[in-house]
T-cell receptor, first 114, second 112 residues
Framework: ETGVTQSPTHLIKTRGQQVTLRCSSQ?????VSWYQQALGQGPQFIFQ???????GRGNFPPRFSGLQFPNYSSELNVNALELDDSALYLC?????????????FGSGTRLTVV | AQSVTQLGSHVSVSEGALVLLRCNYS??????LFWYVQYPNQGLQLLLK??????LVKGINGFEAEFKKSETSFHLTKPSAHMSDAAEYFC??????????FGKGTRLSVIA
């Protein structure tokens, strides 16, 4: 079975720009959760998508948005980038809205905002 | 609501010595508990998880953790450290149908 793939691995954006990060879920999984890991911190939950609908959201502003596609892959979009958005963005796929035990994490996308 | 406190942002041990990384949790419901390892510039790898079965959980690479409800702890141990164990370790808690809440991490250094 294939694991979770995230792209790109690294990118640099300018403050105020918009960015799209992508996540392909593990084969057989229908749920994708996104986490932000700032430097020196543990990951924080952004939101979860299940069957193309947002199924839960953490304490992040509306400029963080997402999509899930019929093949269960997902995108994270961030508008009006701020310097504090610089972080490692991790996605995790699972089955049927499961959060913890069934997670498979990707390797992450490192976003730098300058 | 859930929260995690990892005691010690940095732990240093000699190669071959016992590894002990401390994690205390708070949860209003029976918790699921996890330990993840993160190597530089990589994602998270699951070491082990507690999901209300046996309280002593064995994971990969010789790690294990014991769930102690009375102490609200889930400390990670390994009898003998290897150089390859040097990494960042994260403890996390979930209420089952709630997102993972992570601690701030503990950086493990292994000295030859």
């Amino acid at each position: 079975e294939t694991g979770v793939t995230q792209s790109p691995t690294h990118l640099i954006k300018t403050r105020g720009q918009q960015v799209t990060l992508r996540c392909s879920s593990q084969s057989g999984h229908n749920t994708v959760s996104w986490y932000q890991q700032a430097l020196g911190q543990g990951p924080q939950f952004i939101f979860q998508y299940y069957r193309e609908e947002e199924n839960g959201r953490g304490n992040f502003p509306p400029r963080f948005s997402g999509l899930q596609f019929p093949n269960y892959s997902s995108e994270l979009n961030v508008n009006a980038l701020e310097l504090d958005d610089s972080a490692l963005y991790l996605c995790a796929s699972s089955l049927d809205r499961e959060y913890g035990p069934g997670y498979t994490f990707g390797s992450g996308t490192r976003l730098t905002v300058v | 609501a859930q929260s995690v406190t990892q005691l010690g942002s940095h732990v240093s041990v000699s190669e071959g010595a016992l590894v002990l990384l401390r994690c205390n949790y708070s949860s209003s419901v029976p918790p699921y508990l996890f330990w993840y390892v993160q190597y530089p510039n990589q994602g998270l790898q699951l070491l082990l998880k507690y999901t209300s079965a046996a309280t002593l959980v064995k994971g990969i690479n010789g790690f294990e953790a014991e769930f102690k409800k009375s102490e609200t702890s889930f400390h990670l141990t390994k009898p003998s450290a290897h150089m390859s164990d040097a990494a960042e370790y994260f403890c996390a808690v979930s209420g089952g149908n709630t997102p993972l809440v992570f601690g701030k991490g503990t950086r493990l250094s292994v000295i030859a």
